[in-house]
């Protein structure tokens, strides 16, 4: 089976510039949820969908957007680019929204450097 | 305030030496408490849950309520055990949404 499948894997940005990201889950998941990866925050929640909904949303500002399609493939969006925007955007897919043994699949990551 | 601590940030142990990375939580209600661990030049992976209660690899971790902690040990390190660990936790029906802790870099020398 087919693991989480993020692209681009690795871009650069100028400031003001917009980007958009996909990540395919894994087959029959339901559940796609985001994260921004930076050597001084961490791993810091931004999103997630369930059912092409927006389910939970973390402390970032409405410039992060995304958004999941019917076949549960998502994108996440980021406008105006900031320098702090560099980082590693992880996408992450699970069967269903509940927590109790539901296990959450990393993708690899997308590398976003912003000049 | 939900917030996960790995007061750690390296942690160097000799190859068969037992290992322990700390992890303190804090939240309002019953989290589900995990440990990702992230190899080099691989992506982020499930090691264990606090619910299923098993050993992966060796390592096991207990949750103590009390002392809101969920601290990652093994008996014996192996070289292969070095990578980063996260501590990360889940709110009740919270689904995708982890905090996770700043990370602790294991090292295992040989």
């Known amino acids: 089976k087919a693991g989480v499948t993020q692209t681009p894997r690795y871009l650069i940005k100028t400031r003001g510039q917009q980007v958009t990201l996909s990540c395919s889950p894994i087959?029959?998941?339901?559940?796609v949820s985001w994260y921004q990866q930076t050597p001084g925050q961490g791993l810091q929640f931004l999103f997630e969908y369930f059912s092409e909904t927006q389910r939970n949303k973390g402390n970032f500002p409405g410039r992060f957007s995304g958004r999941q399609f019917s076949n549960s493939r998502s994108e996440m969006n980021v406008s105006t680019l900031e320098l702090g925007d560099s980082a590693l955007y992880l996408c992450?897919?699970?069967?269903?929204?509940?927590?109790?043994?539901?296990?959450?699949?990393f993708g690899e990551g997308s590398w976003l450097t912003v000049v | 305030a939900q917030r996960v601590t790995q007061p750690e940030k390296l942690l160097s142990v000799f190859k068969g030496a037992p290992v322990e990375l700390k992890c303190n939580y804090s939240y309002s209600g019953s989290p589900e408490l995990f440990w990702y661990v992230q190899y080099s030049r691989q992506r982020l992976q499930l090691l264990l849950r606090?619910?299923s209660r098993e050993s992966i690899k060796g390592f096991t971790a207990d949750l103590n309520k009390g002392e809101t902690s969920f601290h990652l040990k093994k008996p014996f390190a192996q070289e292969e055990d070095s990578a980063m660990y996260y501590c990360a936790l889940s709110g009740f029906n919270q689904g995708g949404k982890l905090i996770f802790g700043q990370g602790t870099e294991l090292s295992v020398k040989p």
């Open positions: 606090h619910i």
């Open positions: 087959s029959g998941h339901r559940s």
């Open positions: 992450a897919s699970s069967l269903t929204l509940t927590g109790a043994g539901n296990t959450i699949y």
